[in-house]
């Protein structure tokens, strides 16, 4: 599976906005996609995941209020809802399918990775 971000943007604070990633390939190599973020100097930290199957869905405590994923089976495709952003919001966002059945929080169990997208929030 390929997986390509898009979406992201610069906006003020308590804005939305909604990031894609695009998959292609063979995503039934995948059991999820989940969303990290990385801003500088800091780790890649897990934000959400979702199951191809079923549309089972994980969340990271710290966004979980304000977050929302989403996939689109029919168009191969996964979203992350942002609402009322902040200015610690402000990364890069990667999309990241792993290699087999195990959808983890942490970046080392993913294998494949979108390009990511800069989102930056303002005051």
């Known amino acids: 599976v390929q997986l390509q971000a898009s979406g992201g943007g610069s906006v003020l604070v308590g804005d939305s906005l909604r990031l894609s990633c695009a998959a292609s390939?063979?995503?039934?190599?995948?059991?999820?996609v989940a969303w990290f973020r990385q801003a500088p100097g800091r780790e890649r930290e897990f934000l959400a995941a979702?199951?191809?199957?079923?549309?089972?869905?994980y969340y990271s405590g710290s966004v979980k209020e304000r977050f929302a994923i989403s996939r689109d089976n029919a168009k191969s495709m996964v979203y992350l809802q942002m609402n009322s952003l902040k200015p610690e919001d402000t990364a890069v966002y990667y999309c990241?399918?792993?290699?087999?059945?195990?959808?983890?929080?942490?970046?080392?169990?993913?294998?494949?990775w979108g390009q990511g997208t800069q989102v930056t929030v303002s005051s």
């Open positions: 390939g063979r995503t039934s190599n995948s059991y999820c």
């Open positions: 979702v199951t191809w199957i079923g549309g089972g869905t």
């Open positions: 990241a399918a792993p290699s087999g059945g195990l959808c983890g929080t942490k970046a080392a169990d993913y294998v494949t």
